[in-house]
């Protein structure tokens, strides 16, 4: 039977009948169960294996983790390759993962058999070649996570190249066209600075080390230059192979990694940098790029990391210098910081080709884009200059007596509306009448202009841009903005006066139209004034609401000196609301918890308020044009529209980017 | 830190995935399966975490005039 089995083996198909049989008398079955170990990396090899039935997994050991390089099935053989070599140490080990039957042959009786029929050799030694090559590439950086069938394809595609010592395998500035896998000896890698000049050698790479493969997916000239120092085996891998290989998600974002890793990262030419204190008296850096007004806030440790972004310092010569300049060893710094820097705009980054790029423009998701819908804006920029010469005009509204008077109006206005809130009912009343509603509105208009305007203003006494203004929906209700991003230039108190100049304005307004009201006799002027005065006071009440992105939420934001405490929170929560059962956990993020439920909370009450509204306004007025059950469906269909719309802010920024 | 030790782990963390993210939740284990001994301040420099400050993008600052 042993004899029969061994004749179905595709490996022994060459072995002549005699040999065959001989073979099968000095074979044993053997039997194992699920997760026994047939045999052990390491251990000295005595016999080869025939696989009758069920599977033989092969893995092999790197670090802490064994890899798995492969599966066999039934008339395949292992355990050969140590054989081959003489009484060699097992390269891998072999287990069970369910019932497998083998059959053993001893090394004697395989040694015997190569020494009757020394032309089987070559095959059983290029079989054992593949299987070894296939390990070496499974092992290999950034090849560990490729299932078998694409480790066999891979290896059947490789060519082999030799290199000489001294030998120039890879010259800086030229196109590239295949990268290379060091199978033995070691190499440098060279940057040259200057034309001509020496270079500086970056990295030695040993057996297992990959370089090349940024040109092939960058589709840059080749960023240095590669020197064998010793006589090389290499394995060439075209930008075919590459891709293909790169085809699974675990060797994509390896490749990736590995390309940022071996970059140069330079910061964007025009930014500028900003020094401020923060609460605790730190000193920190505010990045700003005046072309796209953007912002990034950098920590002692983060700026040095920026400055030493020049185009020539590798990420690995940054983790160096940082662990000299502060003591800590963290490679992790440099490469989260640089790649979200260069996803922000201010340096750049490899731009990799097709599926590689994680950076491809927009979100694709279904959250991000109705998200977006949430803040819509239509925006007008380059508004600055106008708004300099509006402060040259009309600055003295800010000066202290201005503001002790326009406080005064606030107090008194404040206290007649309360005094006289019975005109509110007449007031109401008379919006049916005519022109109350058209004067109401211009006053709701104006008095949202003049909110805009104080913020403006204040930006502006601080000498800082403001650079765009405009209208929108947010949430689904109308509101007007200002773009004041310039004042994360500026300390906490600054930023803190802006945030509240729009209130200020309101109140004011509010006073003096609840003073006038009271000045005039009755009819529709007084009626517009209270409401105009109304709106003022629920804008104040509106806008102190901290759990949307309005004024009292930067007022908060600000006050605890946590910029993005939205984004954070809610981001934070997203990502580890498990860990709110360890009680540790929640004393350290209580800041982040108690924003990021309370926002969520909100949330959820602002769409089931707003889906009953928008319902009842469709029925209303849909029902007159329509039939009732088409009415209700157009509601219904609202009404998922919103609670999508409204609900995609939050798990937009539920789902926002890691940040440990 | 020693050379030497500083290149062993930088070669480990830039090479294999699973010893970076052990880095990242045990540094002491991930650092006792290299096999090196540490001095004492070796072991500070891999055990210090600051968490004080962060480095961000800034979110654009937009005062609005709203009614939610």
């Known amino acids: 039977m042993a004899e029969a089995w061994l004749a179905r083996a595709p490996a022994l198909a060459g072995v002549p009948a005699a040999a065959l049989t001989r073979l099968g008398q000095a074979a044993v079955e053997a039997q194992y169960a699920a997760g026994d170990t047939v045999v052990q990396e390491g251990d000295a090899a005595d016999a080869l294996y025939v696989v009758v039935s069920g599977r033989a997994e092969i893995t092999s050991a790197r670090g802490n983790s064994a890899v798995p390089l492969g599966v066999l099935g039934p008339g395949e053989l292992f355990g050969e390759i140590a054989l081959l070599d003489g009484g060699a140490r097992r390269r891998a080990t072999v287990r069970a993962p369910a019932l497998l039957l083998v059959l053993r042959i001893p090394a004697a009786a395989f040694h015997a058999l190569l020494h009757a029929h020394p032309e089987l050799e070559a095959s059983f030694r290029g079989a054992a070649d593949r299987m070894l090559l296939q390990s070496f590439i499974k092992l290999a950086t950034p090849f560990d996570s490729l299932p078998p069938e694409r480790v066999r394809w891979l290896a059947e595609r490789v060519s082999r190249r030799q290199a000489a010592p001294g030998e120039r395998i890879i010259e800086q500035g030229a196109a590239g066209d295949a990268c290379y896998l060091v199978r033995r000896g070691t190499v440098e890698v060279v940057l040259q600075d200057e034309p001509g000049g020496e270079g500086r050698q970056l990295a030695v790479l040993a057996e297992g080390g990959l370089f090349g493969e940024a040109a092939l997916v960058t589709d840059m000239p080749r960023n240095a230059s590669v020197r064998a120092l010793e006589p090389c085996e290499l394995l060439v891998l075209t930008r075919a192979d590459l891709l293909g290989a790169a085809e699974a998600g675990g060797v994509r974002n390896r490749l990736r990694d590995l390309v940022r890793w071996r970059d140069r990262p330079l910061c964007r030419p025009g930014i500028e940098e900003h020094a401020r204190s923060t609460s605790d008296g730190t000193v920190i850096t505010v990045l700003k790029d005046p072309q796209r007004g953007a912002y990034y806030q950098l920590s002692p440790e983060g700026r040095f990391v920026w400055r030493h972004l020049d185009g020539r310092t590798t990420l690995r010569e940054l983790t160096m210098l940082h662990l000299r300049e502060f003591g800590r060893f963290d490679p992790q710094v440099a490469l989260d910081l640089v790649g979200d820097l260069a996803r922000a705009g201010f340096a750049t980054a490899p731009r990799l080709l097709g599926a590689l790029d994680d950076q491809a423009a927009g979100p694709r998701h279904w959250v991000a884009r109705l998200g977006r819908l949430v803040d819509l804006r239509w925006t007008f920029r380059g508004l600055d200059p106008a708004m300099a010469r509006v402060h040259r005009l009309a600055g003295w509204v800010l000066a202290r007596p201005v503001l002790a008077l326009q406080a005064a109006i606030a107090a008194a206005g404040l206290v007649a509306f309360c005094w006289r809130a019975g005109l509110s009912g007449p007031a109401l009343a008379a919006l049916a009448r005519w022109p109350v509603l058209p004067w109401v509105y211009a006053g709701v208009v104006a008095s949202t202009l003049l909110h805009e305007w104080a913020h403006a203003l204040v930006v502006k006494s601080y000498g800082r841009e403001v650079r765009a203004a405009g209208i929108g929906l947010y949430y689904l209700a109308p509101m007007a903005f200002v773009d004041t991003s310039d004042m994360w230039l500026e300390p906490r108190s600054r930023r803190i006066l802006v945030n509240v100049s729009g209130m200020a304005a309101n109140l004011v307004v509010a006073g003096a139209c609840a003073l006038a009201a009271l000045a005039v006799a009755g009819g529709e002027a007084q009626a517009v004034l209270w409401l105009v005065a109304a709106f003022n006071y629920v804008s104040v009440l509106t806008n102190l609401n901290p759990l949307l992105e309005l004024d009292g939420y930067y007022v908060l934001s600000d006050a605890l000196d946590r910029p993005n405490l939205r984004q954070e929170s809610l981001g934070w929560l997203g990502r580890s609301w498990r860990a709110i059962r360890s009680r540790a956990t929640v004393r350290e993020r209580r800041v982040e918890l108690l924003y990021g439920l309370a926002a969520l909370v909100y949330a959820v009450a602002l769409t089931v308020t707003t889906v009953v509204l928008y319902r009842q306004w469709v029925l209303e007025r849909f029902a007159a044009v329509m039939p009732s059950w088409a009415a209700e469906l157009a509601g219904v269909v609202l009404a998922a529209l919103v609670v999508a719309i409204l609900l995609a802010g939050v798990l937009q920024d539920m789902r926002g980017r890691a940040r440990t | ?68």
């Open chain 2, 1 to 68: 830190m020693r050379n030497d030790v500083v290149q062993t782990l930088v070669d480990r963390w830039e090479n294999d995935m699973d010893f970076r993210e052990l880095m990242r939740k045990d540094p002491n284990r991930a650092v006792q399966t290299t096999g090196m001994e540490l001095t004492e301040d070796e072991w500070a420099a891999i055990r210090k975490i600051d968490w004080k400050q962060t480095d961000a993008e800034l979110q654009e600052r937009i005062s609005k005039q709203g009614n939610c």
